[in-house]
């Protein structure tokens, strides 16, 4: 992924001013640590407006701004260009503008920056090619984001005022129905587009001004509106996936011990060993099944008893020496692409099948280097409920499959219209 990719030139048509895209992620965050590279849905937190900015196709390069090693590391696996910003910009009292001006002056090439906040996950490609388009071909200094909210204001009556509170936007004695009512704008921070010469003057929106008005179910900001649980099921629902085509996930396979099981074993004083399993695990292997999803089962130690009394119905391999060895012969046999391919893991022995494949997932009790390797970290341990978690991630998938294909017929509408 290029961040130039598509931005153009004179020689297309485009205008030659340089428009360059600026997420600003600071490393410290009073609320969440490393907030801006969290992982909400999967993904780190600033990879879904990168992911947007680079597929948009109309910024001649993309930025992050950010004074800590692991955002830079992040960004730059997203396509991002790295601004390391100084010191005296990163404090807790340090605005946007002064991050901003601070950027400005170090790349003089850039003409014109969008402010994308780090923290709207559900910001499209098509909103950033119609912000492009009124920049450049219509001729306006600042574009910023706004949202439609049909909320009755009242005016605030402080403790000890005497006096009693006034309607602002409503007459109540004529109160509009919902739909006989257009509502009010507000701005959602999702983005402030800006050119240069007002930047340097101390201003964020100035000049001709216009605003965008984005969706609803578009405008989300996790640092105001919701909790990061919520949030990634509002992400799942109307998030941007990326260009590349997703599929359905076709094979689960788990690995049995950590996974579906807490990794302990009980040895009897008759030599006899035990392992403990949860039964929501067992009913989230069934609800797979159910919706078509087969699911495989692997070990590297010789479970197979134990398998047996489980009585789960799946295909498995155990005593396997080379995970990633039985993983590429199923997904071959199965005629299946590593798109449809889901990994359950935990340990060192795992990490090779949690990158290959196009989905994958650790318990919350993972090692390390597998919670590195993995997109979806579980909220529960293994053998408590993690596959279970990880099978209603995987239904969520499948419902993104059907939202991504609407939002690619959306991004080709916008760029046709742009081309008019």
Known sequence: MQAEAGAGGSGDGRPRAHLAALVLARGGSKGIPLKNIKLLAGVPLIGWVLRAACDAGVFHSVWVSTDHDEIEKVAKQFGAHVHRRSPEVSQDSSTSLEAIREFLNQHPEVDIVGNIQATSPCLHPSDLIKVADLLQKEGFDSVFSVVRRHQFRWSEVKKGENKMTEPQNLNPAKRYRRQDWPGELYENGSFYFAKR?????????????????????????????????????????????????????????????????????????????????????????????????????????????????????????????????????????????????????????????????????????????????????CKSNGGCGAVREFAEHIFLLLEKVTSARKQLEEINSAVKETRK
Request: hydrophobic share 40%.
């Open 197 to 377: 010469h007002l930047i340097e003057k101390g201003y964020l929106q100035g000049g001709k001004m216009a605003y965008y008005e984005m969706r609803a179910e578009h405008s989300v900001d996790i640092d105001i509106d919701i909790d990061w649980p919520i949030a990634e099921q509002r992400v799942l629902r109307f998030g941007y996936f990326g260009r590349e085509p997703l599929k359905e996930v076709k094979l689960l396979v788990c690995s049995i011990d950590g996974c579906l099981t807490n990794g302990r074993i009980y040895v009897t004083e008759d030599q006899k060993q035990m392992v403990s399993y949860d039964y929501r695990d067992i009913v989230g292997i069934d609800l797979l099944k159910k919706r078509g999803i087969q699911v495989r089962l692997i070990s590297e130690r010789d479970c197979s008893k134990t398998l047996s009394a489980m009585q789960l119905g799946c295909v498995a391999k155990t005593s396997a020496t080379n995970k990633l060895q039985v993983l590429e012969d199923w997904q071959k046999d199965m005629g299946l692409s590593w798109k449809e391919v889901a990994y359950l893991g935990n340990e060192e022995s795992d990490v090779e099948c949690l990158r290959k494949a196009g989905m994958s997932g650790v318990p919350a009790d993972a090692c390390v280097v597998a919670q590195k390797a993995a997109g979806y970290i």
